[in-house]
């Protein structure tokens, strides 16, 4: 199948949003998303940012990675994923970071027979989050300037 990757633009955003439903609905949290578009010619996204870490260096977070599933298997996951290390490397990243569900086992494997490891378990190290009431009762108690 030929598929190119290349950089969203903002004429993507409705497809993006499309597939960001796609993937809630996939992860069971669709009651989570709060953005909404419709129609599509774009069958998947990588979305990333660049992180940093104070032992190693710049690095980068990869929010979502995601194909349509009539388009699996097909090499574009791959492909997204490649072309998001390309952009890391090209800005001197360190390394590519992201979660996964733990029950996403078919995702788990992908990655992990790209080469990508499993830091929970080997490291010991876990995903922090606040959120919501506890987000902001954290900002809250802010020490005043």
Same mark, same amino acid.
């Given at each position: 199948?030929? +598929? &190119?990757? =290349?950089?969203? #633009?903002? @004429? @993507?955003?409705?497809d993006m949003s499309r597939?960001?439903?796609?993937?809630?609905?996939?992860? &069971?949290? $669709?009651?989570?998303?709060? #953005?909404?578009?419709?129609?599509?010619?774009?069958?998947? %996204?990588?979305? %990333? %940012?660049? #992180?940093?870490?104070?032992?190693?260096? =710049?690095?980068?977070?990869?929010?979502? $990675?995601?194909?349509?599933?009539?388009?699996?298997?097909?090499?574009?996951?791959?492909?997204?994923?490649?072309?998001?290390?390309?952009?890391?490397?090209?800005?001197?990243?360190?390394?590519?970071? +992201?979660?996964?569900?733990?029950?996403? #086992?078919?995702? =788990?494997?992908?990655?992990?027979?790209?080469?990508?490891?499993?830091?929970?378990?080997?490291?010991?190290?876990? +995903?922090? =989050? +606040?959120?919501?009431?506890?987000?902001?009762?954290?900002?809250?108690?802010?020490? &005043? @300037?």
């Open positions: 199948m030929d +598929f &190119k990757i =290349r950089a969203g #633009t903002k @004429d @993507d955003c409705k597939m960001i439903k796609e993937l809630a609905v996939f992860e &069971k949290k $669709l009651d989570e998303v709060k #953005t909404s578009h419709e129609g599509f010619t774009v069958v998947g %996204y990588a979305l %990333y %940012y660049y #992180t940093f870490s104070t032992w190693k260096g =710049r690095a980068m977070y990869m929010e979502d $990675l995601y194909v349509m599933e009539e388009f699996r298997g097909k090499g574009i996951g791959k492909g997204l994923m490649s072309k998001v290390a390309e952009m890391g490397k090209k800005n001197q990243c360190v390394r590519l970071q +992201f979660s996964v569900m733990d029950w996403n #086992t078919p995702a =788990r494997e992908f990655y992990a027979a790209k080469g990508a490891r499993d830091i929970t378990e080997k490291d010991g190290w876990h +995903f922090i =989050r +606040f959120e919501g009431q506890e987000f902001d009762d954290l900002a809250k108690s802010a020490p &005043k @300037d």
